[in-house]
């Protein structure tokens, strides 16, 4: 089976006069269709830069996509014509963003800015549109569907918001859906409710959904396989259960660790990953990680590591490290007991 | 809406009433009009009752309150010039002020609006430099001295406009230009601002995600966002354009408010100075509603905040 | 301070209005060092005489021409400069003391104080700027004190009107809030804390305001309401100067492209300080 998205070398670099910003370095994965993905990273790990990248919304300049191919339902993203660019947005491909505040057009209604796409791709009349948009509110779990219509973003609550946004990602039904930090901005009771309506909705539409986010925790529940990118680059890669059981690189090691119920036996303390995210403005050598690493050897420093998948584990958990984590861990725990 | 709409109202009859309570307290305070208005020579009995035919002897919360009785029903005094009502002497003028401000208002908009979006669209290339020079040039140059120098070039090297007066067409042309110039390199300059600052927005993102056709994004999503504070500004610009007729319609002999005004300050004829700056302050004062009403109707959130 | 002045280098119309306003100032406290013929002067001998480029160092010469009752023209420019800059920099310190210290009272007390205040500038907005000073000025006289006033008062509501806007802000952040738990008194609340952190936009406002009075000095004394003859006035001289339009471009000329380069350079460098301090300023004039 083809895969529906698949990424080769991606590599995004943004020219700013402070220097060559490489947000995204030779980045490859694929998505089956129906899978969740779950893409987690903190502030400049290129998780947002690279999805944002293959459908031409990073603004160029300042960015510019070096090299690489993404192949969806067959064709390459980066080699349409702005045009051919334009149909598939919306369409095939949506989005949900972050901050859902600021991500709303504050001054059009909420009918307009989800039928926006309906009647731009559709060809819908104003009517016909206007009863998609009531229908996908419904969807979405926004009650008096009807009668809110009318109104404007800053008449809705954030989580509301939030399902408004939603609700244009899914609008066209497209053949995946990207969301970016979706749950970021809201309070933590919203931010399940928000789940469970993406698990729900998955069940009922079944789309292709890749979840970004700073947040494993998010992510636990929500994707099949998980990935986790640090420096534009895939450190780590698997199904959920395998990933949480046996992570395999030190970054991804780091985040579980710094999870609120952490570490098996719940950590009294949160743990935090030492030293500070990379300075992606030199060309990256070796490792991206290896700084912040105390398993870092010297060939880290030196020769970047192939995403490979790891001895002995599941098929499809594949780490980026020359070091090895389950050793070197086993050593800890013996040195001490 | 509708309580918007009132309250905007009743700040505005209030702005009113505090232009005219001003203007009648600083114009008494120019000086007596009597000794202008007799023939040099005259004993002080003919000035005591001048005096009294004014209504000048009476305390001047008096002549306060009768004059403001007088206003509500449209009653400024007569001239002291041209004996005549002094509304009437204000309002002939109107038209000419009116249609000259009107003309440089739409004008100025539209060339600064097209040159803003261009210097904002074309960012990074010599278009954008072009226009923010010129923009800042033509703030920097003040309106009278911008007009004389049309004169100059137009009228006096090339013969091809009349200097100045009003009748035909023609007359149009350099006061409109002048104040064109000004109009417009303010609209440009803020609009491009306004449009490079909403372009970084994530509302516009999401609208290019949505799949929309470039020119919809720009149409719906970024222009409906940056002008309104250009709105606001051509309300402010309004303002400027009206107190500066006071200039410009002396540069152009344009027989406007603005040079009727100045020549009643310069023979202390209170009656037109109070027409004239009251309804100055009027047109104003409902431009700024319009402004207002605009804004309500381009930003839900003012409406119901 | 060193990155103020490290970022103003590397900002070509920033440095270019600052270095531009450097020589004005100059030019106008050294204008009686310079050698130049006084500019009051008149000689009927040397009526509307033209410009004459290549004289600029000779002595006697007319760089700039003469204007109608034989004044050397760059002579009167520059002293035109002294009372222009004075007037204008009088009027922006009055006007941004009153306007910030009653924005900083409105912010600080709100209620009443503060609608009074507020409905006082809706007023004062209801007239045009130019129309009031206009009024004024023709009531109280045009000396250079009562101009300082008259443009001050033009000028006072926009500094109060940003500050205020501010000071609603600052007033609920926690410095302000401690400075009240531990019984700082009003005054003290006012001048030492929230005055030090509105001082940038008064900055800001102060400069733009600069610009705006060197134009609106200029109109009113070309209307005959500026600093009274013989004093020299480069909106006067536009008056005077137009008369002579058809024989004598150079009179008219000259003072108004004085204006302008004055304006342009106070605009670059308010430009750019707004920019720089604070951007969301740039809406707010």
């Known amino acids: 089976m083809t895969p529906l998205l698949d990424i080769r070398n991606l590599t995004v670099v943004f020219d700013t006069p402070a220097g060559t910003v490489h947000a995204v370095n030779d980045v490859s994965y694929t998505i089956e269709e129906g899978e969740t993905l779950g893409i987690v990273g903190e ?99 926004i009650p008096n569907a009807r ?52 698990r729900d909705l998955k069940k009922k539409i079944g789309t292709t959904v890749i979840w970004i986010t700073h947040d494993m925790g998010v992510v636990a529940g929500l994707a099949d396989t ?36 952490g570490g098996k036996r719940g950590a009294t303390r949160l743990y935090q990953i030492p030293g500070n995210p990379p300075n992606l403005i030199e060309k990256p050598v070796g490792d991206p990680f290896a700084p912040r690493n105390a398993f870092a050897t010297e060939r880290c420093k030196r020769e970047t590591p192939p995403l490979l998948q790891v001895e002995d584990g599941v098929a499809g958990h594949k780490a980026a490290a020359w070091y090895d984590l389950r050793a070197e861990l086993k050593k800890e725990r013996e040195a001490s007991a | 809406m509708t309580r918007y709409l009132l309250v905007k109202l009743l700040e505005a009859v209030v702005a009113i009433w ?77 038209p000419a002020t009116a249609s000259l401000a009107g003309l440089a208002l739409i004008f100025g908009t539209l060339i600064g609006a097209i040159a803003g979006a261009i210097a904002a669209l074309m960012r990074g290339t010599v278009a954008e430099l072009v226009v923010m020079i010129a923009a800042l040039l033509g703030q920097a140059t003040p309106t009278f001295w911008l007009g004389i120098m049309l004169i100059l070039l137009f009228s006096v090297e090339l013969g091809l406009l009349p200097t100045g007066g009003a009748g035909g067409w023609e007359n149009y042309i350099l006061p409109g230009l002048t104040l064109s110039v000004f109009v417009s390199a303010s609209i440009a300059r803020l609009l491009r601002s306004s449009l490079l600052d909403i372009m970084r927005e994530d509302y516009v993102r999401t609208a290019r995600a949505k799949g929309l056709m470039p ?6 999503h970024i222009a409906r966002n940056a002008l309104i504070p250009v709105v606001t500004m051509i309300g402010i610009i309004a303002g400027e354009l009206l107190g500066g007729s006071v200039v410009i319609e002396t540069v152009f002999a344009w027989p406007g408010v603005g040079r009727v005004i100045v020549q009643a300050i310069q023979a202390q004829d209170f009656p037109v100075i109070q027409a004239g700056v009251a309804l100055v302050a009027g047109i104003f004062v409902v431009v700024n509603l319009l402004v207002d009403l605009l804004y309500g109707v381009l930003d839900p959130r003012i409406r119901r905040g | 301070m060193k990155s103020f002045f490290l970022a103003l280098l590397k900002s070509r119309a920033g440095l270019f209005g600052f270095l531009l306003v450097l020589v004005f100032i100059a030019g106008a406290i050294l204008a009686p060092y310079l050698g130049l013929p006084s500019p009051t002067r008149s000689s009927l001998t040397a009526r509307m005489v033209a410009p004459t480029w290549t004289s600029l160092f000779s002595p006697g010469a007319h760089p700039l021409g003469t204007d109608e009752l034989g004044r050397d023209i760059l002579s009167r420019i520059l002293y035109g400069s002294r009372t222009t800059l004075l007037i204008a920099a009088g009027a922006v310190v009055l006007g941004g003391v009153v306007g910030t210290l009653l924005g900083i009272v409105a912010g600080y007390y709100r209620g009443m104080v503060d609608r009074i205040l507020m409905r006082i500038v809706d007023i004062q907005l209801a ?34 009107r940003i500050i205020r806007g501010q000071v609603l802000a600052l007033r609920e952040r926690e410095f302000i809030l401690s400075a009240h738990a531990i019984g700082a008194g009003t005054w003290r609340i006012m001048i030492k804390h929230l005055l030090p952190n509105v001082m940038t936009p008064v900055l800001v406002i102060a400069t733009l305001e600069l610009a705006r009075i060197i134009i609106m000095d ?64 740039r809406t707010a004039r």
């Open chain 1, 43 to 141: 502030s400049g790990s290129g998780k947002s830069v690279h999805a944002l990248s293959m459908v031409g919304l990073i603004a160029r300049p300042p960015g510019r996509i070096v090299s690489g191919e993404v192949y969806f339902k067959g064709r390459d993203l980066l080699k349409l014509a702005p045009r051919e660019l334009y149909n598939l947005r919306g369409k095939e491909i949506g989005f949900v963003f972050q901050d859902p505040m600021t991500s709303l057009n504050p001054v059009l209604t909420i009918e307009r800015q989800i039928a926006e796409p309906l009647r731009r791709h559709f060809n819908l009349s104003k009517n016909q549109a206007r009863e998609r948009v009531v229908e996908l509110l419904e969807l979405v779990g």
């Open chain 1, 147 to 198: 009668t809110r219509i009318g109104q404007y973003p800053h008449e809705f609550s954030g989580g509301m918001r939030q399902r408004v946004m939603i609700a244009i990602g899914i609008s066209c039904n497209p053949k995946l859906l990207i969301a970016d930090e979706a749950t970021t901005a809201l309070d933590v009771t919203v931010q399940a409710q928000i789940l469970d309506l993406v």
């Open chain 1, 226 to 261: 998980i990935q986790v990118m640090y420096g534009g680059r895939i450190m780590e890669r698997g199904p959920v259960d395998a990933v949480f059981e046996d992570p395999r690189s030190a970054y991804t090691w780091g985040l579980l660790k710094s999870l609120p119920h």
């Open chain 2, 18 to 94: 505090g232009v005219v309570t001003i203007v009648f307290f600083v114009s008494r305070i120019l000086g007596d009009p009597t000794v202008l208005l007799l023939p040099v020579g005259a004993g002080p009995e003919e000035i005591a009752n001048l005096r009294t035919a004014l209504g000048l002897d009476e305390p001047l919360w008096q002549q306060y309150l009768y004059s403001l009785l007088a206003m509500v029903k449209g009653d400024f005094g007569i001239s002291f010039q041209h004996v005549r009502p002094a509304l009437d002497v204000v309002l002939e003028r109107m």
């Open chain 2, 215 to 220: 020119r919809t994004v720009f149409f719906w």
């Open chain 3, 127 to 160: 007239l045009p700027l130019m129309l009031l000073a206009l009024l004024v000025v023709a009531a109280v006289g045009a000396s250079s004190q009562n101009l300082v006033v008259v443009l001050a008062l033009t000028s006072w509501l926009r500094y109060a």
């Open chain 3, 218 to 281: 200029a109109a009113l004394s070309f209307l005959g309401l500026g600093v009274q003859p013989p004093s020299p006035s480069w909106g006067r001289m536009l008056a005077d100067g137009r008369v002579y339009i058809t024989t004598a471009w150079w009179i008219v000329t000259f003072p108004g492209l004085a204006i302008l380069l004055t304006v342009l350079s106070v605009n670059l460098l308010g430009d750019w300080l707004r920019d720089y301090f604070d951007p969301k300023l």
